[in-house]
């Protein structure tokens, strides 16, 4: 594979969305905005945002390389009349070189989660360079790049200058895509990481993700929580990825590698198991990097083998703990 083509190919798909998105930004609850020369796309800040919305902010966290759908759901079982359906051909450069939330944009002024194809131009996280993604290119001829951030606010100046530093570009070849957690897109695209949480275990676990040849996630849509409440959205939308989430794999891997990762990797190999996320945060005094990082998995996952033709299935859906999140107050 030229590492550099397929790179500046997921950035020109996924700016070819953005364009697109944009051009109709009212239609579908959106506000393009300019900041420092950057292109905004507002999803949920000064916005209702919309399904709409949500499904092009999950599309372009994944690089426009996956299919992602709101379908209806068991609400007996999965606690939501919707699920996010995520199907992908490309799971390690949709989900871990573009989807993975693995940039915090931090400035004195502002502060985001950062996903999306953007990444791939900084190059400086460790995933990215495991799996030889990571590429300290620079946009030429007017190229655009793509990403997404999960903020209450719109990015400041700063922030805009940071990030085109970081990923060696003019700011105005930036194209973002914002929204809170607590918003319908918001909530959206995080619930769309069904596959990703999933690869990023088996990474993390040392099995070769290049094996995943393709894969399909589901993962119910929980309702919004209140505005300005980021603890509730985060709560709720992890909530549907830990208790909620199956994924389904098709793997050209030996039975033994499979195998010897298959029950570790759904949430329930983690001691923080089987309680709404909110009160996990909470006794982790709210910082991310104190849990358990074996607990941000699927529910359930289930693996084909390409090679032999079995198939591994492990853990299982929580209704009980999805019904405390999303309906307890």
Known sequence: MHLHQHRLMVNQLATELF????????????????????????????????????????????????????????????????????????????????QYAGWPVSTDDFFAMGSGPMRLFRGREQTLIDLGLSENGSSQNG????????????????????????????????????????CIAGSLQVVARSIETAMHKLHELKFDVNTVVSATGNAPLPPPAKPGDTVAGIGRTNDAMLYGATVTMWVDACDEAIEEVAALVPSCSSQDHGRPFAQIFKDYEFDFYKVDPLLFSPASVTFHSLQSGRTWSHGKIETEVLRQSFISQ
């Open 143 to 182: 190229d655009k790049i793509v990403g997404v951030l999960e903020s209450e606010k719109l990015p400041t100046p700063s922030a805009i200058k940071l990030i085109a530093e970081q990923c060696g570009v003019r700011p105005d070849s930036l194209c973002l895509g914002v929204a809170p957690c607590t």
């Open 19 to 98: 364009l697109k998105s944009a051009a109709r930004a009212t239609q579908i609850g959106c506000r393009v905005e300019s900041v420092a020369g950057a292109q905004i796309l507002d999803a949920g800040i000064t916005t209702s945002g919309s399904l709409q919305a949500g499904l092009v902010l999950s599309r372009l966290c994944l690089g426009n390389l996956a299919r992602v759908a709101v379908l209806p759901a068991d609400s007996s079982v999965l606690v939501s009349n919707n699920l996010v359906h995520v199907q992908t051909d490309e799971p390690v450069m949709a989900c871990l070189g573009s």
